[in-house]
Protein backbone atom coordinates (compact mmCIF):
# COMPACT_ATOMS: atom_id res chain seq x y z
CA UNK A 1 0.00 0.00 0.00
CA UNK A 2 1.37 3.54 -0.65
CA UNK A 3 0.17 6.58 1.02
CA UNK A 4 -1.88 7.71 -2.10
CA UNK A 5 -5.58 8.59 -0.96
CA UNK A 6 -8.09 6.39 -2.53
CA UNK A 7 -9.62 7.07 -5.93
CA UNK A 8 -13.27 6.15 -7.34
CA UNK A 9 -13.52 4.20 -10.84
CA UNK A 10 -16.40 3.84 -12.73
CA UNK A 11 -15.56 0.63 -15.20
CA UNK A 12 -17.44 -0.28 -17.87
CA UNK A 13 -17.05 -4.13 -18.97
CA UNK A 14 -16.74 -5.34 -15.29
CA UNK A 15 -18.49 -8.72 -15.90
CA UNK A 16 -15.43 -10.51 -17.19
CA UNK A 17 -11.98 -10.12 -18.53
CA UNK A 18 -9.96 -7.18 -18.29
CA UNK A 19 -12.93 -4.87 -16.92
CA UNK A 20 -13.31 -7.55 -14.03
CA UNK A 21 -9.90 -7.65 -13.62
CA UNK A 22 -9.60 -3.99 -12.98
CA UNK A 23 -12.56 -3.84 -10.90
CA UNK A 24 -10.25 -6.12 -8.84
CA UNK A 25 -7.20 -5.07 -8.73
CA UNK A 26 -8.83 -1.65 -7.92
CA UNK A 27 -11.04 -2.37 -4.95
CA UNK A 28 -8.17 -4.80 -3.78
CA UNK A 29 -5.73 -1.60 -3.80
CA UNK A 30 -8.35 0.12 -1.63
CA UNK A 31 -9.89 1.96 -4.14
CA UNK A 32 -13.81 2.79 -5.04
CA UNK A 33 -15.05 0.96 -8.08
CA UNK A 34 -18.85 1.75 -9.53
CA UNK A 35 -18.44 -1.20 -11.62
CA UNK A 36 -20.33 -2.01 -14.09
CA UNK A 37 -22.36 -5.07 -15.89
CA UNK A 38 -25.18 -6.03 -18.06
CA UNK A 39 -25.65 -8.83 -15.53
CA UNK A 40 -24.50 -7.99 -12.18
CA UNK A 41 -24.72 -11.14 -10.66
CA UNK A 42 -21.52 -12.09 -12.07
CA UNK A 43 -20.16 -9.15 -9.65
CA UNK A 44 -21.65 -10.48 -6.44
CA UNK A 45 -18.30 -12.10 -4.92
CA UNK A 46 -16.34 -8.91 -5.47
CA UNK A 47 -19.09 -7.12 -3.68
CA UNK A 48 -19.57 -9.47 -0.99
CA UNK A 49 -16.11 -9.16 -0.49
CA UNK A 50 -15.59 -5.39 -0.71
CA UNK A 51 -19.21 -3.92 0.20
CA UNK A 52 -18.18 -0.52 0.90
CA UNK A 53 -15.72 -0.18 -1.96
CA UNK A 54 -17.19 -1.95 -4.64
CA UNK A 55 -20.93 -0.83 -6.37
CA UNK A 56 -22.24 -3.10 -8.75
CA UNK A 57 -24.81 -1.14 -11.46
CA UNK A 58 -26.34 -2.60 -14.42
CA UNK A 59 -26.12 -1.11 -17.39
CA UNK A 60 -26.04 -1.72 -21.01
CA UNK A 61 -23.64 0.66 -22.60
CA UNK A 62 -25.89 1.25 -25.81
CA UNK A 63 -28.40 2.21 -23.88
CA UNK A 64 -27.88 6.57 -22.60
CA UNK A 65 -30.59 6.22 -20.04
CA UNK A 66 -28.97 3.08 -18.19
CA UNK A 67 -25.83 4.74 -18.57
CA UNK A 68 -26.81 7.75 -17.01
CA UNK A 69 -28.61 5.89 -14.09
CA UNK A 70 -25.80 4.30 -13.25
CA UNK A 71 -23.28 7.69 -13.08
CA UNK A 72 -26.18 9.00 -11.40
CA UNK A 73 -26.08 6.21 -8.65
CA UNK A 74 -22.08 6.04 -8.27
CA UNK A 75 -22.47 9.78 -7.86
CA UNK A 76 -25.12 9.37 -5.08
CA UNK A 77 -23.16 6.82 -3.08
CA UNK A 78 -19.27 8.19 -3.81
CA UNK A 79 -19.50 12.01 -4.70
CA UNK A 80 -17.07 11.68 -6.99
CA UNK A 81 -15.36 9.98 -9.84
CA UNK A 82 -11.80 9.89 -10.63
CA UNK A 83 -11.29 7.50 -13.11
CA UNK A 84 -13.77 6.39 -16.00
CA UNK A 85 -12.44 2.90 -17.82
CA UNK A 86 -14.69 3.03 -20.78
CA UNK A 87 -13.89 -0.91 -21.23
CA UNK A 88 -17.27 -2.77 -22.89
CA UNK A 89 -16.67 -4.15 -26.12
CA UNK A 90 -16.68 -6.79 -28.55
CA UNK A 91 -15.03 -8.00 -31.39
CA UNK A 92 -16.44 -9.25 -34.84
CA UNK A 93 -14.23 -11.50 -37.61
CA UNK A 94 -14.57 -11.61 -40.53
CA UNK A 95 -13.56 -10.27 -44.00
CA UNK A 96 -14.99 -6.32 -44.47
CA UNK A 97 -17.13 -7.80 -47.44
CA UNK A 98 -18.50 -10.58 -45.50
CA UNK A 99 -19.45 -8.81 -42.76
CA UNK A 100 -23.79 -7.75 -42.76
CA UNK A 101 -25.12 -4.21 -42.49
CA UNK A 102 -26.38 -5.04 -39.21
CA UNK A 103 -23.17 -6.47 -37.66
CA UNK A 104 -21.02 -3.76 -38.84
CA UNK A 105 -23.55 -1.38 -37.00
CA UNK A 106 -24.37 -3.53 -33.79
CA UNK A 107 -20.51 -3.89 -33.10
CA UNK A 108 -20.17 0.31 -33.65
CA UNK A 109 -23.68 0.64 -31.21
CA UNK A 110 -20.90 -0.67 -28.34
CA UNK A 111 -17.34 -0.06 -29.30
CA UNK A 112 -18.00 3.05 -30.37
CA UNK A 113 -21.44 5.30 -29.73
CA UNK A 114 -21.36 3.18 -26.04
CA UNK A 115 -18.38 4.13 -25.33
CA UNK A 116 -19.90 7.59 -26.66
CA UNK A 117 -23.11 7.33 -24.38
CA UNK A 118 -20.30 6.65 -21.60
CA UNK A 119 -18.17 10.03 -22.20
CA UNK A 120 -21.42 12.08 -22.06
CA UNK A 121 -22.61 10.40 -19.16
CA UNK A 122 -19.21 11.09 -17.41
CA UNK A 123 -17.33 13.91 -18.74
CA UNK A 124 -20.14 16.67 -17.01
CA UNK A 125 -18.51 14.99 -13.81
CA UNK A 126 -15.20 15.35 -14.17
CA UNK A 127 -15.21 18.63 -15.76
CA UNK A 128 -17.76 20.04 -12.67
CA UNK A 129 -14.59 18.48 -10.60
CA UNK A 130 -12.01 20.08 -13.01
CA UNK A 131 -10.07 16.62 -12.45
CA UNK A 132 -10.17 13.27 -13.44
CA UNK A 133 -8.66 10.61 -15.81
CA UNK A 134 -10.45 9.25 -18.82
CA UNK A 135 -9.09 5.50 -20.02
CA UNK A 136 -10.39 4.97 -23.41
CA UNK A 137 -10.91 1.31 -24.51
CA UNK A 138 -9.17 0.75 -27.74
CA UNK A 139 -6.92 -2.14 -29.04
CA UNK A 140 -3.74 -2.99 -31.11
CA UNK A 141 -6.50 -3.07 -33.35
CA UNK A 142 -7.06 0.54 -33.52
CA UNK A 143 -3.43 0.59 -34.25
CA UNK A 144 -2.96 -1.93 -37.22
CA UNK A 145 -4.96 -4.14 -39.26
CA UNK A 146 -4.90 -7.74 -40.89
CA UNK A 147 -7.05 -9.39 -42.73
CA UNK A 148 -10.26 -10.37 -41.08
CA UNK A 149 -10.97 -8.20 -38.23
CA UNK A 150 -11.78 -4.65 -40.52
CA UNK A 151 -14.54 -3.77 -38.95
CA UNK A 152 -13.55 -4.31 -35.42
CA UNK A 153 -10.94 -2.04 -36.18
CA UNK A 154 -12.76 0.59 -37.91
CA UNK A 155 -14.58 0.67 -34.34
CA UNK A 156 -11.04 1.17 -32.44
CA UNK A 157 -9.77 3.30 -35.11
CA UNK A 158 -12.72 5.40 -34.63
CA UNK A 159 -12.01 5.30 -30.64
CA UNK A 160 -8.50 6.43 -31.27
CA UNK A 161 -9.58 9.25 -33.72
CA UNK A 162 -12.42 11.03 -31.42
CA UNK A 163 -10.03 10.48 -28.58
CA UNK A 164 -6.92 12.51 -30.22
CA UNK A 165 -9.49 15.19 -30.61
CA UNK A 166 -10.99 14.80 -27.31
CA UNK A 167 -7.30 15.34 -25.59
CA UNK A 168 -7.56 18.85 -26.45
CA UNK A 169 -10.59 19.88 -25.07
CA UNK A 170 -11.05 18.22 -21.76
CA UNK A 171 -6.79 18.49 -21.16
CA UNK A 172 -7.47 22.55 -20.47
CA UNK A 173 -9.72 21.17 -17.96
CA UNK A 174 -7.71 19.18 -16.02
CA UNK A 175 -8.89 15.53 -17.39
CA UNK A 176 -6.54 13.31 -18.48
CA UNK A 177 -7.03 10.74 -21.02
CA UNK A 178 -5.19 7.57 -21.96
CA UNK A 179 -5.97 5.28 -25.14
CA UNK A 180 -5.84 1.57 -23.69
CA UNK A 181 -4.54 -0.71 -26.43
CA UNK A 182 -4.56 -4.11 -25.28
CA UNK A 183 -2.99 -6.88 -27.27
CA UNK A 184 -4.03 -10.57 -26.98
CA UNK A 185 -5.25 -10.98 -23.96
CA UNK A 186 -6.98 -14.22 -22.55
CA UNK A 187 -10.41 -13.40 -21.83
CA UNK A 188 -14.13 -14.02 -22.80
CA UNK A 189 -13.33 -11.67 -26.05
CA UNK A 190 -12.46 -14.86 -28.03
CA UNK A 191 -15.81 -16.54 -26.79
CA UNK A 192 -18.07 -13.25 -27.24
CA UNK A 193 -16.54 -12.99 -30.70
CA UNK A 194 -18.94 -12.73 -33.58
CA UNK A 195 -18.43 -14.10 -36.61
CA UNK A 196 -19.70 -13.21 -40.24
CA UNK A 197 -20.74 -15.65 -43.12
CA UNK A 198 -17.66 -16.79 -45.44
CA UNK A 199 -17.54 -16.18 -48.75
CA UNK A 200 -15.18 -18.68 -50.43
CA UNK A 201 -12.48 -16.03 -51.97
CA UNK A 202 -11.48 -15.22 -48.69
CA UNK A 203 -10.34 -18.49 -47.64
CA UNK A 204 -6.98 -17.96 -48.08
CA UNK A 205 -6.51 -15.19 -46.37
CA UNK A 206 -9.25 -14.24 -43.74
CA UNK A 207 -10.03 -17.91 -42.51
CA UNK A 208 -6.13 -18.93 -42.28
CA UNK A 209 -5.43 -15.98 -40.08
CA UNK A 210 -8.49 -16.92 -38.11
CA UNK A 211 -7.13 -20.81 -37.97
CA UNK A 212 -3.53 -19.27 -37.30
CA UNK A 213 -5.21 -17.60 -34.46
CA UNK A 214 -6.94 -20.23 -33.37
CA UNK A 215 -3.67 -22.21 -33.09
CA UNK A 216 -1.85 -19.72 -31.24
CA UNK A 217 -0.88 -20.88 -27.73
CA UNK A 218 -2.55 -19.98 -24.83
CA UNK A 219 0.68 -18.43 -23.39
CA UNK A 220 0.70 -16.18 -26.58
CA UNK A 221 -1.96 -14.47 -24.80
CA UNK A 222 -1.40 -11.99 -21.58
CA UNK A 223 -3.25 -11.93 -18.25
CA UNK A 224 -5.90 -9.68 -17.82
CA UNK A 225 -4.74 -9.21 -14.24
CA UNK A 226 -1.30 -8.30 -15.77
CA UNK A 227 -3.29 -5.74 -18.44
CA UNK A 228 -5.25 -4.34 -15.17
CA UNK A 229 -2.40 -4.05 -13.34
CA UNK A 230 0.10 -2.07 -16.08
CA UNK A 231 -3.39 0.29 -16.60
CA UNK A 232 -3.17 1.00 -12.52
CA UNK A 233 0.43 1.93 -13.56
CA UNK A 234 -0.57 4.39 -16.23
CA UNK A 235 -3.10 6.32 -13.94
CA UNK A 236 -0.86 7.24 -11.09
CA UNK A 237 2.17 8.88 -12.43
CA UNK A 238 1.30 12.82 -12.91
CA UNK A 239 2.33 12.37 -16.77
CA UNK A 240 -0.12 9.32 -18.42
CA UNK A 241 0.76 7.63 -21.24
CA UNK A 242 -1.72 9.11 -24.49
CA UNK A 243 -1.55 5.67 -25.49
CA UNK A 244 -1.21 2.25 -23.00
CA UNK A 245 -0.17 -0.55 -24.88
CA UNK A 246 0.02 -4.05 -23.40
CA UNK A 247 2.09 -7.03 -24.28
CA UNK A 248 5.26 -7.14 -25.80
CA UNK A 249 3.16 -8.92 -29.73
CA UNK A 250 0.74 -5.51 -29.86
CA UNK A 251 4.64 -3.35 -29.30
CA UNK A 252 6.18 -5.49 -32.21
CA UNK A 253 2.78 -5.13 -34.48
CA UNK A 254 2.29 -1.52 -33.78
CA UNK A 255 5.99 -0.58 -33.77
CA UNK A 256 6.50 -2.20 -37.95
CA UNK A 257 3.18 -0.63 -38.74
CA UNK A 258 4.30 3.28 -37.64
CA UNK A 259 7.69 1.79 -39.63
CA UNK A 260 6.14 0.72 -42.91
CA UNK A 261 3.39 3.71 -42.63
CA UNK A 262 6.58 6.61 -42.29
CA UNK A 263 8.33 4.91 -44.59
CA UNK A 264 5.71 5.31 -47.13
CA UNK A 265 5.21 8.69 -46.04
CA UNK A 266 8.88 9.71 -46.80
CA UNK A 267 8.87 7.69 -49.74
CA UNK A 268 6.01 9.75 -51.40
CA UNK A 269 6.32 13.02 -49.66
CA UNK A 270 7.79 14.21 -53.11
CA UNK A 271 4.51 13.56 -54.65
CA UNK A 272 2.86 15.13 -51.87
CA UNK A 273 4.77 18.01 -52.46
CA UNK A 274 4.32 18.44 -56.05
CA UNK A 275 0.34 19.61 -55.21
CA UNK A 276 1.79 22.46 -53.19
CA UNK A 277 0.42 25.70 -54.19
CA UNK A 278 -2.41 27.71 -55.67
CA UNK A 279 -5.02 26.31 -57.65
CA UNK A 280 -4.47 27.18 -61.36
CA UNK A 281 -6.47 29.57 -62.77
N1 LIG B 1 -9.02 -9.78 -25.22
C1 LIG B 1 -8.28 -9.22 -26.16
O1 LIG B 1 -7.48 -9.89 -26.82
C2 LIG B 1 -8.40 -7.73 -26.42
C3 LIG B 1 -7.41 -7.13 -27.20
C4 LIG B 1 -7.51 -5.76 -27.45
C5 LIG B 1 -8.56 -5.03 -26.94
N2 LIG B 1 -9.51 -5.65 -26.18
C6 LIG B 1 -10.61 -4.80 -25.68
O2 LIG B 1 -10.71 -4.90 -24.27
C7 LIG B 1 -12.04 -4.61 -23.88
C8 LIG B 1 -12.49 -5.67 -22.89
O3 LIG B 1 -12.57 -6.92 -23.55
P1 LIG B 1 -12.13 -8.28 -22.87
O4 LIG B 1 -10.96 -8.78 -23.61
O5 LIG B 1 -12.03 -8.12 -21.41
O6 LIG B 1 -13.36 -9.22 -23.30
P2 LIG B 1 -14.57 -9.83 -22.46
O7 LIG B 1 -14.05 -10.71 -21.40
O8 LIG B 1 -15.49 -10.38 -23.49
O9 LIG B 1 -15.21 -8.54 -21.77
C9 LIG B 1 -15.97 -7.62 -22.50
C10 LIG B 1 -16.88 -6.88 -21.54
O10 LIG B 1 -17.65 -5.94 -22.29
C11 LIG B 1 -19.01 -6.09 -21.90
N3 LIG B 1 -19.95 -5.66 -22.90
C12 LIG B 1 -20.04 -6.02 -24.21
N4 LIG B 1 -21.09 -5.42 -24.78
C13 LIG B 1 -21.66 -4.64 -23.82
C14 LIG B 1 -22.76 -3.77 -23.78
N5 LIG B 1 -23.53 -3.55 -24.87
N6 LIG B 1 -23.07 -3.13 -22.62
C15 LIG B 1 -22.33 -3.34 -21.51
N7 LIG B 1 -21.27 -4.16 -21.48
C16 LIG B 1 -20.95 -4.80 -22.62
C17 LIG B 1 -19.15 -7.57 -21.61
O11 LIG B 1 -20.31 -7.78 -20.86
P3 LIG B 1 -21.21 -9.11 -20.97
O12 LIG B 1 -20.56 -10.09 -20.05
O13 LIG B 1 -22.55 -8.64 -20.52
O14 LIG B 1 -21.18 -9.53 -22.42
C18 LIG B 1 -17.86 -7.82 -20.85
O15 LIG B 1 -17.98 -7.39 -19.52
C19 LIG B 1 -12.88 -4.56 -25.15
O16 LIG B 1 -13.14 -3.22 -25.49
C20 LIG B 1 -11.98 -5.21 -26.19
O17 LIG B 1 -12.21 -4.72 -27.49
C21 LIG B 1 -9.45 -6.98 -25.90
Redesign the pocket.
Known amino acids: MTDRSPSTWFV??????????LARATAGRGDRVAA????VS?LAPLADQHDDRVLALR?????PAEVDAAVARAMEVFGRLDVVAD?????LFGAVEESTDEQARAVF???VF?LLHVLRATLPVLRAQRGGHVLQ??????RVAHAGVGL?AA??YAVEGLTEALVGEVEPLGIRVTL?????????????LQVAATIGDYDPTVREVQRAIAALPPEA??G?DRVAAAILTAVDPDRPPRRLVTGSY?VQEIRAALQAQLDELEAWSGTAAAVDGAAAA
Request: glycine share 18%; charged share 15%; no cysteine.
Open positions: TGASSGIGLALARDVADVRRNAGYGDTNGGSSYYGLTKVEPGPTATAFGANSNPA
